[in-house]
């Protein structure tokens, strides 16, 4: 962290994700470097910006892997998820307060 920045709430979220769909996240404004994981470590996930593609397009995840938003959400940001299996998405960051 840089030097004057003081990051002391850590804050979670969860979302219940189904499989064979988009699912909406939102990741808050003021969100600092948060993290996405899946509960189920056997399901891989694709992300994407946009609903509207193909279910098998989009950024594909690994199972057991988590992707990090690097920055500081100066807005919220939508992404949308779709899992292999029926699932929890968690989103982990850190706010000034």
Do not use: H
């Not at 990741?27 to 470097?33: E, W």
């Amino acid at each position: 962290m840089p030097a004057g920045e003081a990051y002391i709430s850590s804050s979670q979220l969860r979302v219940a994700v189904g499989a064979g769909a988009w699912n909406q996240v939102d990741i808050p404004a003021g969100a600092r470097d948060a993290l996405l994981t899946v509960d189920d470590e056997t399901a891989t996930w694709r992300l994407s910006t946009d609903n509207g593609i193909g279910l098998g397009a989009g950024t594909f995840v690994a199972a057991a892997v988590g992707l990090t938003f690097r920055g500081t959400a100066v807005a919220p940001v939508t992404v949308y998820v779709n899992p292999s299996a029926g699932t929890t998405i968690q989103v982990l960051y850190q706010t000034e307060s």
